[in-house]
């Protein structure tokens, strides 16, 4: 069975432009989580999908970040326009269980991404 | 709100040595605790959890018991080995929630020397 991949693995872009990165769940994982990590810091939690719906995106930092999930299969995470700030690794997670505060969650490796 | 502490890194061992890596936690009622841990080039994987006071979560030599009396998870290994080298994370999943996110620590650097 595949893992969770994500895509691009690096991204360099200039301030102000935008990037996309996406993510694969795991077949048949209904919940798919998107998370931050900056320099080294904790990592943070940005949103949280239940199929193609957002159950929770209290995490995510500002309208500069949009993240969709068409079809509630994978999904994309638009930072437009980036700025410096949003340097940082961006992982991906899914589960299949309801039982939310017990779950697994399986992550992906990550798209680290710099801003110029 | 809630939150985890670690301690802070990196930590360099010898092989055979014990690992102890401290976690505490703030968090309302009695969350889930997860320890995970990232293998270099690799994506988080879940070392082991526990989900209820007292409980003792345990894979591959590493163990952690949730103490409810001072808010603590530590993970602990007897022995060490080179292949253990990675970066760790200690983690909480609030209690009632309507979702499933994880909040977690700082992380903390493992080095193992042959």
């Known amino acids: 069975e595949a893992g969770v991949t994500q895509f691009p693995s690096h991204s360099v872009i200039e301030k102000g432009q935008t990037v996309t990165l996406r993510c694969d769940p795991i077949s048949g994982h209904d919940n798919l989580y998107w998370y931050r990590r900056v320099m080294g810091k904790e990592i943070k939690f940005l949103l949280h999908?239940?199929?193609?719906?957002?159950?929770?995106e209290s995490g995510m930092p500002n309208n500069r970040f949009l993240a969709e999930r068409t079809g509630g299969t994978y999904s994309t995470l638009k930072v437009q326009p980036a700025e410096l700030e949003d340097s940082g690794v961006y992982f991906c997670?899914?589960?299949?269980?309801?039982?939310?505060?017990?779950?697994?969650?399986?992550f992906g490796p990550g798209t680290r991404l710099l801003v110029l | 709100g809630d939150s985890v502490t670690q301690m802070e890194g990196p930590v360099t061992l010898s092989e055979e040595a014990f690992l102890t890596i401290n976690c505490t936690y703030t968090?309302?009622?009695?969350?889930?605790l997860f320890w995970y841990v990232q293998y270099p080039g690799e994506g988080l994987q879940l070392l082991l959890k526990a989900t209820k006071a007292d409980d003792k979560g345990s894979n591959k030599g590493f163990e952690a018991t949730y103490r409810k009396e001072t808010t603590s998870f530590h993970l602990e290994k007897g022995s060490v080995q080179v292949s253990d080298s990675a970066v760790y994370f200690c983690?909480?999943?609030?209690?009632?929630?309507?979702?499933?996110?994880?909040?977690f620590g700082q992380g903390t650097t493992l080095q193992v020397k042959p």
């Open positions: 999908f239940v199929k193609e719906s957002k159950q929770d």
């Open positions: 968090a309302t009622g009695y969350p889930s």
């Open positions: 997670a899914s589960s299949q269980e309801t039982a939310w505060a017990q779950e697994t969650q399986y």
């Open positions: 983690a909480l999943s609030p209690l009632g929630s309507n979702t499933g996110k994880l909040i």
